[in-house]
């Protein structure tokens, strides 16, 4: 008797936990739609929020200590706006878009500008519902972004989020590695394929390997959406399968590390080319300024600096030099956020070039930018002193890694998935390729 | 599970009504927190294996949609294989590790202290430390493990891929379980030890049993339920693997190491959450658990 | 028997206990050696700079090694801090664990009652549904309670599980029923047999459940993930974190913390495994 009451207790204690779970969902849920209804115009709230009283934003990022220029942005919009207190929340660089996500769950309001480290997660959250339209809001013209605006656009019209920082791929190369082999160092005009021979001459002149691919889908084979013809989301990846036979062909004869065992032995590519241990590295421009510090500590560390050198990343034939592939980091609004007047019109001033030039000078690249903001990066203590590599930071073109699409979150897992399996030989890159076209277009025909 | 009070003689109702209270005021106090921060969640997840939920939408019930959409779920598939086949091999091994390593070292032997000590360091290290140094022993190409073998003679495409190959994964993960936990079983075993009668075995010397004899007959009955319980947690621990995975093998090459836990984790955290999905891959788990455990327990009983 | 008989029978004994001693030894210095690499590997790391952790061949001894990651660990991340939430989290954690569970398998291993087996079957079987099913939904409700980013959340998920019932129920049924009988006979409470009997007699399993309960708390890791994003609440798993940033990862110092942060579960280690000595229970038994 005695546990039947109390099963049926602890029963009807659930089910009303359960029906407050839902109530609170779907009162969430009409809370958005009066809150659409009575949206603010911007420039009005920017100035009420300007003369207001005290608000206190909450802004989501990663690595705090690491990047200077989340902090200096804080700070320096504070100062413009004493009435404005900015909060940082770290939720760290590992997990950054799932935790972000948890913390949005519910429709909940704490967090009010949230950081978009890439693009399917940023795809997710629009998905959920948590990430306030920028269309009507963004004071920047949506040129200056150099078509990436475009890119990020969803499927509705709609942009969620506005880039502030735009990092590009380019090639490295450790110019006393090219002196050894009596080689002429890489260009900033190079084919794919020159590129390909240029990793076997100098791994045949020196022993050394040629390059170092980042375990990274888009480090190895991502060339192909260069041409502007495809993209990774499109669904048919038969494109991909020259620069994976290019590739897999160079891990066979053993000019580049191999790609199963950088995965499971976490060698960072920033050791392997600090150590001199490849030739080349193809990477992001963030890399800059981890070999600038590098640098910079090297003698106090009593190790020898990398004498390095960067030029464009190589293209297929027939693209101009100077295309790209991009990555973006933005900022967006949270739907529910309490404080939504400030939180937009802290994204805008970060965009602004008041928060490009604080950006270039913690030696990132602003989204929006400019002759100026590259002489800033170029002018960094330890920037290799030719031509070539200043010259590099021109780009002409950039594709981002992943265009926004709502599925993008799980067609990188597949593309993702049977990268590795043909990385690791469980399928050969024609099979992987086939289960790629099949598996995404799966995907892409759910309604 | 003899009780006492059974035995004593009954004194009529209010009696039984005292010692049923009793008993429960024994387990109010973790029950009562148990229910309130574990066991509602899980009922409310339980619920939604029969909904579609993002966490941001209203739920919406779609009946038992989710189970049938898992029969034509790839990664669901080989995770449930994975599953099955890490656990037939770690379990018996681990076990049988464990239980040696706990006899080894209840023996009186110099640094006893010490050497238990340092078993019990694979599971304490941080999971990040411990699966480094395993890839790094381990690496194809240049770990030591490999330049053994090849030292010894085996032809260079011959050598394992180990982490990195797609047939030997699973059973590199195996192994890098079983060196992990054993530590951890040891010590309940040990514990377990320290409540055997040690007359007991000089009585079955004094009869002229061997050591094998004693270990079989006299120890290892004694030893029954620390051993029911270290079968029951194996299984489950290892039914519901997924650090492991993550930090060795992150569930590749393709799909050789994905684990139902794995999945769950991706599908609830990592992409578009979804948790009645998730919730239904946990329930297939815990009905594969539930039948386990229920077949033990009744293979426990029956020996008593 | 002739005398020189036995001598020579009490001889080849003798021998032959010398041989397995012998091979007792080789095999515990094989297994010390075994699990000792990863510990020997993260000292040898923990000294290294971050660019030379993963180069082969292992270089045990560092050629170029680094001390100031053991004074950098301190400036670069509050690690104070961190190892004061984790400390207060974990002895919280430890000492609920203890009293609840020992005190509910008190009743689940020696008292009679109504619904006893399905209880304790439905106990076991919660272990069975993974954490990460119901983690989200699980959060959503703490933070309804605005329970996130408290340290109370923490302690609230660790310090009442099923598992510590089961394990101290395990042990409490080695213990033999006649001392309970003996003691209701003197007139002592199930509360008193409880702790004047079960509790003395369970030193070993009680030692097991504070080193699994502590060690489990100090290493968490996706429970103060998910409730801690407050940099001054967060636990050291989720500060040493803080090494591992978007495009690099300083092994060197995130093996110094490790280092660092295992010298506490060594040292509960180190005093709770005298209570593995034989006989407390048939100790029990004889008085």
Not at chain 1, 272 to 279: H, K, T, V
Not at chain 2, 153 to 172: F, H, S, Y
Not at chain 2, 214 to 239: A, E, G
Not at chain 3, 103 to 128: D, E, P, Q, S
């Amino acid at each position: 008797m005695k546990m039947k009451k109390i099963l049926a207790a602890t029963l009807a204690g659930i089910m009303a936990l359960n029906l407050a779970a839902c109530g609170a969902a779907s009162s969430a849920a009409t809370e958005d739609t009066a809150g659409d209804a009575a949206e603010p115009a911007t420039s009005e709230a920017g100035e009420a929020a300007a003369e207001g009283e005290q608000v206190t934003i909450n802004w989501a990022l990663w690595d705090l200590e690491a990047n200077a220029y989340w902090q200096n942005l804080a700070d320096g919009y504070m100062a413009e706006h004493p009435n404005v207190k900015i909060e940082t929340t770290d939720l760290g660089s590992t997990d950054y878009m799932t935790q972000l996500a948890t913390q949005l769950s519910g429709n909940n309001s704490e967090l009010d500008v949230v950081s978009i480290k890439d693009i399917p997660g940023y795809s997710n959250l629009i998905n959920l519902g948590y990430l306030e339209p920028m269309n009507d809001y963004l004071t920047i013209p949506t040129e200056d972004f150099g078509g990436i605006i475009e890119q990020i656009t969803a499927s509705d019209g709609n942009f969620y989020a506005v880039p502030f920082i735009s990092s590009f791929w380019v090639l490295y190369y450790n110019k006393d590695i090219f002196d050894q082999a009596n080689m002429e160092y890489p260009t900033n005009d190079m084919t794919i394929e020159e590129w390909d021979q240029m990793i076997r001459d100098v791994h045949a002149a020196t022993g050394i390997y040629g390059n170092h691919y980042h375990t990274w889908r888009s480090d190895y084979t991502l060339f192909g959406v260069m041409d502007g013809e495809h993209t990774i989301i499109d669904g048919n990846y038969d494109f991909l399968l020259p620069y994976y036979e290019m590739v897999l062909s160079e891990q066979e004869d053993g000019v580049v590390p191999d790609y199963g065992e950088l995965k499971t032995s976490q060698l960072h590519y920033s050791a392997a080319f600090e150590n001199g241990q490849a030739a080349m590295c193809n990477q992001g421009s963030w890399f800059l300024s981890t070999l600038l510090n590098y640098n910079r500590d090297a003698e106090s560390n009593g190790v020898a600096p990398v004498n390095f050198g960067m030029v464009k990343y190589p293209h297929p034939d027939g693209v101009e030099a100077g295309t790209t592939l991009g990555q973006i980091t933005s900022l967006a609004v949270n739907k529910n956020s309490e404080n939504k007047e400030v939180a937009i019109d802290f994204v805008n001033w970060v965009a602004s070039e008041a928060g490009a030039t604080i950006v270039a000078q913690d030696g990132a690249f602003p989204a929006v930018s400019s002759e100026t903001t590259n002489q800033i990066i170029a002018a960094t203590e330890g920037f290799p002193e030719d031509e070539a590599s200043l010259e590099a930071l021109n780009t002409t073109q950039i594709y981002l890694e992943m265009p926004l699409s709502d599925k993008a979150s799980e067609i990188e897992s597949v593309l993702n998935e049977e990268h590795d399996a043909i990385m690791t030989y469980a399928k050969t890159a024609e099979e992987g390729i086939a289960d790629m076209n099949e598996r995404v277009g799966e995907i892409l025909a759910e309604e | 599970m003899s009780g006492t009070t059974a035995a004593a003689p009954e004194k009529g109702l209010p009696k039984k009504l005292r010692e049923n209270l009793i008993a429960y005021s024994f387990i109010a106090p973790n029950f009562i927190g148990f229910c309130i921060f574990t066991l509602v969640p899980m009922v409310f997840a339980i619920c939604l294996a029969f909904c579609d939920w993002d966490g941001a939408h209203a739920i919406e019930f779609i009946g038992i949609q989710n189970f049938v959409d898992l029969l034509d779920d790839d990664t669901f598939k080989a995770s449930f294989v994975n599953t099955i086949v890490y656990t037939v091999g770690t379990v018996p091994l681990t076990l049988v590790c464990s239980l040696g390593l706990a006899l080894l070292l209840n023996q009186k032997v110099k640094f006893r202290n010490l050497f238990r000590t340092v078993s019990f360091f694979p599971y304490v290290a941080s999971l990040v430390a411990v699966a480094a140094v395993w890839n790094m022993i381990f690496s194809p190409s240049m770990g030591p493990i490999n330049q053994l073998l090849a030292a010894l003679g085996v032809a260079q495409e011959n050598l394992p891929r180990w982490a990195a190959g797609k047939d030997t994964a699973m059973i590199t993960v195996i192994l890098f379980s079983v060196w992990k936990n054993m530590g951890y079983y040891m010590v309940i075993y040990l514990a377990g030890l320290q409540g055997t009668n040690p007359e007991l075995n000089e009585a079955a010397e004094l009869d002229g049993a061997n050591k094998w004899q004693i270990f079989w007959n006299v120890t290892l009955p004694q030893l029954r339920p620390t051993t029911f319980f270290v079968i029951i947690m194996l299984t489950i621990n290892s039914f519901k693997v997924y650090d492991q995975m993550y930090m060795i093998t992150q569930g590749g090459p393709g799909n050789a190491t994905m684990t139902l836990v794995y999945d769950i984790y991706n599908v609830a955290f990592v992409n578009t959450p979804r948790y009645g999905y998730a919730s239904a891959i946990s329930m297939v788990l815990f009905i594969l658990v539930l039948i386990v455990t229920l077949i033990q327990f009744r293979g426990s009983s029956a020996n008593e | 028997m002739s005398q020189t008989a036995v001598k020579v029978k009490e001889h080849s004994a003798k021998r032959q206990h010398t041989v397995v001693m012998v091979l007792i030894y080789a095999l515990l210095i094989a297994i010390t050696f075994l699990m000792l690499i990863p510990f020997v590997w993260m000292i040898s790391a923990s000294f290294k700079m971050n660019k030379d952790v993963f180069v082969f061949p292992i270089e045990w001894i560092p050629s170029n090694p680094r001390p100031q990651n053991y004074t950098d660990i301190w400036t670069r991340i509050p690690l104070l801090t961190f190892i004061g939430n984790t400390a207060k989290i974990t002895i919280i954690v430890t000492l609920l664990q203890l009293f609840t569970s020992s005190f509910a398998a008190y009743a689940f291993a020696k008292l009679n009652f109504k619904g006893k087996n399905v209880l304790f079957l439905g106990y076991i079987a919660t272990i069975a549904l993974p954490w990460q099913a119901y983690m989200v939904p699980q959060f959503m409700m703490m933070r309804s309670w605005e329970l996130n980013n408290t340290h109370l959340a923490i302690v609230l998920l660790q310090a009442f599980s099923a598992f510590g019932v089961f394990l101290m129920k395990q042990f409490y049924e080695g213990v033999p029923t006649e001392l309970c009988e003996a003691a209701r006979i003197d007139g002592l409470s199930e509360y008193g047999i409880w702790a004047r009997i079960m509790l003395p007699l369970s030193k070993p399993a009680i030692s097991t459940l504070i080193i699994f309960t502590f060690v489990n708390t100090w290493n968490d890791f996706l429970g103060p993930l998910i409730y801690l994003t407050k940099t001054e609440l967060k636990t050291i798993q989720i500060g040493l974190r803080m090494f591992i940033t978007q495009y690099s990862a300083e092994y060197g110092l995130i093996m110094a913390g490790s280092v660092v942060a295992l010298i506490p579960v060594l040292i509960v280690f180190l005093s709770l495994q005298k209570y593995f000595v034989q006989g407390v229970a048939s100790a029990g038994l004889k008085g």
